[in-house]
């Protein structure tokens, strides 16, 4: 009687445990699971790979360089993953500029690829005794460290680590120095002089200096103040000189100026020049140049 009732509780269990199968069975053939390594794949996930696909320069001035990394995320299981988030970090030669993170909460299909922008825009100013120090170089290095976080399932949270390293330009804008005042005519009412500017472009790319407004002091006293309005071109890695007829009035600025014109006293200049360059760059905008110069006012050179 005992195996009786024990075989009677027992098939119902059976039952109930057949129905059980059926019901996996059925939802693994819903997620595409149809052999034994489908199953085991979903049993035991894989981490997603990753890749750094692409790094382009989106946009380009004299104070920074805005770039976006395309970051390739490939889920290889029969089961959808989610993105946490991406950490990263930016060093320009061998210096730690940046550090930042990105929200995630993107979910990625059984087998397939997501593909997230990574924006950041170094900026040159923050970094001006790294450039200094590059001496005539027209590019920095730079090294790119991304941690990709994503939720797994089964494994949980698994983090994968790249990098990426490349160089980014550095444009600069021209350098404008007065190399010398020519003393041409000295009479009683005044002098004639020619001022020299020099504009040197650092830059592997020619510049066109559109305008140029230029205003020159010595001593306090305006010696000069106009405008150059002919195009200027610089070449790559070229410089130009720029000689500006310069008229002294004595009853303007005093008889005084003579010693400084004739050797004998040394005077001291303030040089501003302002003006817009456009540089033959497809990314490089028109931009506004402001130089302000001072120092020995150079006469006779």
């Known amino acids: ?36 390594a489908s199953l085991q794949s979903v049993v035991e996930p894989e981490p997603p790979e990753a890749s750094v696909e692409s790094v382009t320069i989106t946009a380009l001035s004299f104070e920074d360089a805005e770039l976006t990394a395309r970051i390739r995320i490939e889920n290889r299981n029969p089961i959808a993953v989610s993105v946490a988030g991406l950490t990263y970090t930016v060093d320009v030669e061998g210096t730690r500029l940046l550090s930042g993170s990105v929200k995630g909460g993107v979910e990625i299909a059984a087998k397939e690829t997501h593909t997230m922008e990574l924006p950041f825009t170094v900026g040159f100013a ?40 490349a160089t980014m330009p550095v444009p600069r804008l021209p350098a404008v120095t007065l190399t010398g005042m020519t003393v041409n ?44 309005t002919s195009p200027v071109e610089l070449p790559a890695a070229g410089m130009a000189t720029l000689p500006v007829s310069v008229r002294l009035r004595f009853v303007d600025i005093g008889r005084g100026v003579v010693s400084i014109l004739s050797g004998t006293d040394t005077g001291e200049y303030d040089l501003i020049v302002a003006g817009e360059i456009v540089p033959d760059h497809p990314l490089l905008p028109p931009t506004a140049l402001s130089v302000v110069r001072n120092g020995a006012i150079p006469i006779g050179q």
């Open 126 to 165: 923050e970094v001006k005794a790294i450039f200094a120090a590059l001496g005539d170089r027209n590019e920095a290095d730079y090294a790119m460290n991304v941690s990709v976080a994503v939720n797994v399932p089964v494994l949980g949270r698994r983090s994968v680590q790249l990098e990426h390293s």
């Open 185 to 228: 005519a000295v009479g009683l009412l005044g002098a004639d002089l020619t001022m020299n500017l020099q504009m040197r472009n650092p830059n592997a790319f020619g510049i066109t200096v559109r305008r140029l407004d230029y205003r020159l002091s010595v001593e306090q006293a305006e010696w000069a103040a106009g405008e150059i």
């Open 1 to 36: 009687m005992y195996a009786k009732w024990a075989l009677l509780e027992y098939y119902p269990k059976m039952r109930r445990i057949q129905r059980g199968i059926v019901i996996v069975i059925i939802a693994l053939g819903g997620l595409g699971v149809t052999n034994c």
